[in-house]
């Protein structure tokens, strides 16, 4: 794109001075970066939290499919344009799972979207201005910080608000569940203080929760939105709920659902349609169909898979790290998060590691101001079970070559 003059600095094309200002605030994710490191052949990958590719259920998904399209009438209706907000029999699917989280909700609280992704890139849209102040769990998802920057926000973590340091935010993002990158799930009490302190701000709440449904141990808490309701209508809420079929069916399906008050569905449903029509139609049909076998089977073959995982992961750690770092155990989702001795630079080592055969993501990448460098997320979905182990060690000999009088210079 742009080419370099050696006085001027980067110098724009054509095409780049003409950019917007929202295009030149888009900037890269870290964890996309990733995929194009130069890495050991035999490398062990902790860092994309891809979900593992042999457990999507792609029988059950090509038998679906096979019995939609047999029938002429499903075959076309899967196959033809649909409604913005979704198809109506899906939203009523889903109010109905989110009524067993103690959601009191109707289809018309429900907006299919194109994955979470997409619901927080439409809910900023509604609610964020340039400039406005967007609270964040800190550290918090990358893509999230993507977007909120793309919409000119500041993002100040949710310690600034509590200390009374802001005006009214924009909006607060927060996970309830298996936090990416931490792994922490908010007790109840951590919940209702969140709900109370939107409140108290006067702002809306974005609870996104794309792990749920894999929960590998402890009892599943009320979520955010269903704490916010307890005493009201959800037409009264201020808790925006996402959702996604992508970790516990396929993200290739891009589908995802939010809940919010009607009005406010409404608003995003043009704003959808203004932006790609609708969700797709094939993908909505299947998801209707496998709705049941994923609850009652699916979404439990993968908990058990991963439940393996972690617990291979967090031996590991164990073994090699046990004395250099400390990690919360997460109750369930794909990440654990180390923290780790504070003259470490993860971001700096990330291309030794890779080198010596090991992938992660560093911590700075979760953060609104890049600080954070003591710490980074290792996911354990993708990796094979029985290379674990090894990934580990050599990532402990990694940080362990660059401990004070170690072996390596790259510390800070
Ligand atoms: C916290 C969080 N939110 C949203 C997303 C995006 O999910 P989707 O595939 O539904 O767009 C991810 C994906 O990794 C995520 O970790």
Redesign the pocket.
């Known amino acids: 794109m742009s080419t370099t003059d050696k006085h001027a600095g980067p110098r724009k094309t054509a095409f780049e001075q003409r950019f917007s200002r929202y295009a030149n605030r888009i900037v890269p994710s870290a964890i996309r970066g990733l995929a194009t490191m130069a890495k050991a052949a035999d490398c062990v990958s902790f860092g994309p939290?891809e979900p593992d590719s042999t457990l999507f259920p792609v029988a059950e998904i090509r038998d679906s499919l096979a019995r939609i399209l047999s029938k002429p009438e499903t075959a076309r209706a899967a196959l033809q344009y649909g409604a913005s907000e979704g198809d109506p029999a899906l939203r009523d699917r889903i109010s109905t799972y989110m009524h067993t989280k103690g959601v009191q909700c109707d289809r018309h609280n429900i907006l299919l979207t194109?994955?979470?992704?997409?619901?927080?890139d439409l809910v900023a849209e509604l609610l964020v201005e340039p400039g406005a102040t967007v609270l964040v769990q800190t550290p918090t998802?990358p893509?999230?910080l993507q977007v909120f920057a793309a919409h000119g926000a500041r993002m100040r973590g949710l310690e600034a608000a509590r200390a009374g340091a802001d005006d009214r935010p924009a909006l607060i993002y927060a996970?309830s569940n298996f936090?990416?990158p931490t792994g922490a799930t908010l007790s109840l009490a951590q919940r209702r203080e969140l709900v109370a302190l939107a409140g108290d701000l006067d702002t809306i709440l974005v609870e996104?929760d794309?792990?749920e449904m894999l929960r590998y141990e402890g009892e599943a808490l009320p979520p955010l939105l269903a704490v916010d309701t307890e005493a009201r209508s959800i037409e009264d809420a201020r808790t925006i709920y996402?959702g996604?079929?992508?970790?516990a069916v396929v993200?290739g399906f891009?589908?995802?659902w939010l809940v919010a008050p009607r009005a406010v569905v409404a608003k995003l449903a043009l704003m959808k349609q203004s932006e790609d029509l609708q969700a797709g139609t094939l993908a909505q049909a299947c998801l209707l169909d496998l709705f049941d076998s994923i609850l009652d089977t699916h979404a439990g073959r993968l908990r058990d898979a991963y439940r393996i995982r972690r617990d291979t992961m967090l031996a590991a750690l164990q073994s090699e790290l046990g004395n250099r770092a400390s990690w919360v155990v997460p109750q369930g989702g794909l990440f654990i998060w180390l923290n780790l001795e504070a003259h470490l630079d993860t971001h700096a080592l990330l291309s030794r590691a890779a080198e010596v055969g090991v992938t992660y993501v560093p911590g700075s990448a979760f953060q609104p101001d890049g600080q954070g460098a003591a710490a980074l997320r290792l996911s354990f979905s993708a990796a094979p079970l029985d290379r674990m182990q090894d990934g580990v060690r050599r990532l402990a000999k990694v940080l362990g070559d660059n401990a004070p009088g170690g072996r390596s210079g790259l510390t800070r």
């Not at 996604?244 to 970790?247: G, I």
């Open positions: 939290g194109n994955g979470a992704q997409q619901a927080l998802y893509g999230a996970m936090h990416n996104d794309p792990y996402l996604t079929f992508s970790k993200p891009r589908v995802g």
